[in-house]
């Protein structure tokens, strides 16, 4: 049985797809975390400005 050069083309597509969407996903979870890191820090200073009014 010959595999036809479309079916590889197409799952080469797809394992690119794939690890596309992974990588949105990772690039993502990176940005939530680094957004929260970013809050947390803005909500200790202005904790601190609240402590000194």
């Not at 990176?30 to 820090?41: A, G, L, M, N, Y």
Request: charged share 20%; no cysteine; aromatic share 8%.
């Amino acid at each position: 049985m010959a595999i036809g050069s479309n079916s590889i083309n197409l799952l080469f597509v797809i394992i690119v797809e794939i690890g596309g969407a992974f990588a949105t996903v990772a690039a993502m979870k990176t940005d939530i975390t680094w957004i929260k890191r970013v809050i947390k820090k803005h909500g200790e200073d202005i904790t601190k400005f609240q402590g000194k009014l």
